[in-house]
């Protein structure tokens, strides 16, 4: 009773200390009581009950732990997603989720606060922008668009609406990356001239990633079993019937039904763009974050399929080379083939910050290490005679460390990032910005969709700022 007695009056204070801020951001108490659901809980529904749906269920139920949400309704075309998805719920908040087949039945509920979209990657936009028109506020993961039109049009209809909507680049809301930017910030390192960046796997993905497959991972990395054998022999649980193909193409050109494009879409370059779309949207939103920087001048990509011929379509080696406004160069690489040590670094005029670790590591080193005063190693800087390297004391490298935080390590963060999620719900209740953008998403897509395109067509290419347009010149020069 006392426990009961307790979570009542948490409760009181919320809706009391939440409807205070509502009112003073002039909001009736029915557009209020409207955002903050039945129940005084926000209330979410799912688009998309994939893998990444349910760490997105994950974040939610950690999340209310610590203000009143839950996860009210579920929606995938494919059945079995959505009984899985609902089960997940129901265990997890001890509700019945309503379960929908298609975006609009689930949009239509009228106690339904935000959507948390987890589809394609070449779904993301379109749903994001029903969700919007439909009045609903919009989680929706990387990446945000991967076509030009698609990014400005869904952009543009955010920009009009009054929605929250929150990219799923968690990096935005964590410690260590915004720790780095009040370093650069600060002058610290010096001007900006190159960041780069390297994150591999030795790995298949994004083969068998998917449970539905009918194969256990330790079955499938069996040495005895042959590639050409398992791609062309391998059943799925997915059956047409069960989904509605045509509906899943959202407006892409007509193709003969196929399980394996279905659920392994980041292989198929109609759908995404794999490496760009999956891990360049963090990697370069993690440079605008740190670099104030927006837009590219330039973007040139290159790479192949030299590890993986399993009849994908999408590199599994690739590298981007991208120029900024500002005058700094960014590099972006990722092979599948070797896991050897990934890192970023960030190159300043007076010093160095590197990161040891894949997306998403916290490790961070600040040094005056390769600065002014060391303008040639062979002449002024250190000589290194054994491993593990470390720099000599007069360059003052330290590992940066934030009050509060977890210790930093290299592997990095869970992707079901709890604080990225409240921070987004929080806003919600405050109709404020959250950390990541509609314009943080449009920024990631137009540098993962212009890596893309230069990479199928060998050609370096530039962005016109002004007309929104993606070109193959320098923007200003004569064509002639």
Known sequence: MAENARKEIDRRTFVKQAGVTMLAAGMSAQSYARILGANDRIRLGQLGCGDRSQGHVHMVTLASKQMPVEVVAVCDLWSMAREHRAAQVKKAFNVEPQSFKYSEEMLALKDLDGVMIATGDFQHAKLCAEVV???????????????????????????????????????????????????IRSGRIGKIVHVEQEWNVNEERWRFTRSDTGYSREMLMDV?????????????????????????????????????????????KD??????????????DLVHLWTDEAYPESVVANGGIFAWNDGRENPDTAVTAI??????????????????????????????????????????????????????????????????????????????????????????????????????????????????????????????????????????????????????????????
């Open 133 to 183: 028109k439909a009045g609903k506020d919009c989680y929706v993961e990387k990446p945000f668009a991967n076509v030009l039109s698609e990014a400005i049009e869904t952009r543009n209809i955010v920009r009009q609406s009054k929605q929250i909507v929150q990219m799923g680049t968690q990096h935005r809301s964590q410690p260590y990356p915004l720790a780095v930017r009040d370093i």
């Open 271 to 284: 759908f995404s763009s794999g490496i760009f779309d999956q891990w360049l949207s963090h990697g370069c």
């Open 323 to 480: 120029v900024y406004p500002k005058g700094f160069l960014y590099t972006y690489k990722t092979i599948f083939g070797n896991s050897y040590r990934s890192f970023s670094r960030i190159d300043g005029r007076d010093g160095t910050i590197e990161n040891y670790g894949g997306e998403g590591a916290s490790l961070f080193m600040v040094t005056r290490e390769g600065g002014r005063q060391e303008f040639d190693p062979f002449d002024v800087g250190p000589a290194y005679k054994s491993l593990p390297i470390v720099g000599p004391a007069k360059d003052g490298g330290e590992i940066v460390q934030v009050p509060g935080a977890p210790a930093p390590t290299s592997l990095g963060p869970d992707d079901d990032d709890v604080v990225h999620l409240v921070n987004w719900l929080q806003s919600m209740q405050t109709r404020s910005q959250p950390n990541a953008t509609v314009e943080h998403g449009f920024s990631h897509s137009l540098i993962c969709i212009m890596a893309t395109q230069s990479y199928w067509s060998g050609r370096k290419l530039y962005w016109d700022s002004k007309n929104e347009q993606i070109v193959d010149h320098p923007v200003g020069a004569s064509t002639a």
């Open 224 to 268: 005895n079993m042959e590639w050409k054998q398992w791609l062309n022999g391998r059943t799925s649980h997915l059956k047409e019937d069960d989904t509605d193909w045509k509906r899943w193409l959202l407006g892409k050109p007509d193709r003969p039904f196929d399980p394996h494009v279905y659920l392994e879409f980041r292989l198929y």
